[in-house]
């Protein structure tokens, strides 16, 4: 079981840069991906940024070219450096991550650190 806590969220004007920390404890050994997601007000959550072992990255088309997503040397925090922030980018910022199949391919969850970009 892996344990994860975000921070660094706030409330920041559009064309502000934020970085969002995300601290794993437990099993980190069997993380096999992390990722971020994103739930806007009203809507559902989504994926919008993610690592692989290999360091492979995916961004949702939104947030490509302005977002970076890395992982600590020592693989157990996770990082979201987003520039150029617009108020779409507003919601709660959610760290994830998935187990290894050896590991039981288990999901954990942050509880979540709210964004808020003005106008």
């Known amino acids: 079981q892996v344990h994860l806590v975000e921070s660094g969220g706030g409330l920041v004007q559009a064309g502000s840069s934020l970085r969002l920390s995300c601290a794993a404890s437990g099993d980190t050994i069997c993380i096999s991906q992390m990722g971020w997601s994103r739930q806007a007000p009203g809507k559902e959550r989504k994926l919008i940024a993610a690592?692989?072992?290999?360091?492979?990255?995916y961004y949702e088309r939104t947030v490509q070219g302005r977002f970076s997503i890395s992982r600590g040397n020592a693989k157990n925090t996770l990082y979201l450096q987003m520039n150029s922030l617009k108020p779409d980018d507003t919601g709660v910022y959610y760290c994830?991550?998935?187990?290894?199949?050896?590991?039981?391919?288990?999901?954990?969850w942050g509880q979540g650190t709210q964004v808020t970009v003005s106008a």
């Open positions: 994830h991550s998935e187990l290894t199949p050896a590991c039981g391919q288990s999901q954990s």
């Open positions: 690592i692989a072992s290999d360091n492979t990255t």
